[in-house]
């Protein structure tokens, strides 16, 4: 939108429009970030920090897994569940996967419609996107409850191998089960305020966007510890 | 890598009477939905039929990377962004490299430290 006020200045073969805004959005002395809410720009640097951190505990991840000389549980088997008698391996950790990312499509049609004005379909999407999350978590639980109670995994300490398996395993999966359980609270708060009109009194729908960046980098985390902690 | 969808958004500019924001079709939102759950259900696969080794290793990045791509790029409005902000935010996270590197360095060390001196526990 913003290049229709900026002249173009492009020749055939030189440097690409892109480009050029680019090198003046950061040489210009001013706003960075222009034409971009500041509450976005803000949530996008926050999720580039989130991303640090959870880079942090998958390279120890990876660090300790290639350390360690005990043998690594296979995580199909641990995290398999039985369906009539049959064990169909990490069935519990797929079914969590289809979940998230159906929750990432509500939230996305979330701020398409909010930005459409369309405020119960936006606040709905929501409250459908947190419920989603809420499933997940709950599922997260009951995988927590099976290890810990019945396989008699801890932090400290794994009967199948490696001890390391269980402080990874903890401190992974807690960390982005922490990031769903405030995404939830988060999403309520904001769907309510749909509900009420908040947004609609302010004639700006950002807040439903800025929700649902932090919402989509919580799958986008699941994205990285399924295939690195589940499938690997 | 950006300008096609960019200049989609210019052509297209939206009526003066909606509010200002990331608009795009319902359409597209499905489309990325579908091709999630399929990329899933592909690494779920992986799995299932029992891959191993250099293939198992290079199908489960290549699905991670592309369903990654989708959501950052889709979901998350980054395919229509301004540079200034998609640099910003998609560059730093390069220096990890760095990281995965001397910490594998790391642990290749530490591997062989407790098989030769520890003999194989610790």
Redo the contacts between chains.
Sequence with gaps: MDQRTTIVTTEPGGVPQGLRDFAGDWAADQEVFRRVHWGKAMMWIFLLSDTFIFSSFLVSYMTMRSSVTAPWPNTAEVFGLNVFGVSVPLLLIAIMTFVLISSSGTMAMAVNFGYRGNRKATARLMVATALFGATFVSMQAFEWSKLILTEGVRPWYNPMGAAQFGASFFMITGFHGLHVSIGVIMLLIVASKVWRGHYDRKGDYSAVEIAGLYWHFVDLVWVFIFAFFYLW | M??AP?HI??DN?PPAT???????P?KV??Q??GY??VL?TM??L???FHLQGALR?TL??T??VL??GL??S????MAW?????V???LV??LA?GT??LL??I???Y??WT??IFLG???
Excluded: C
Excluded at chain 2, 18 to 24: D, E, F, K, S, V
């Design positions: 950006n300008h960019m958004v210019e500019p909606h509010a200002p924001g990331q608009q795009h319902i939102y499905l990325v939905w999630l759950f899933s690494s779920y992986v799995d299932y290793w489960i990045i699905f991670m369903k990654a959501i950052v889709i979901f998350m409005h962004e301004r540079l200034a902000l640099y910003a935010i730093p996270p990890l990281l995965i910490m594998s790391e642990s290749g530490t591997f407790r098989v194989g526990g610790g």
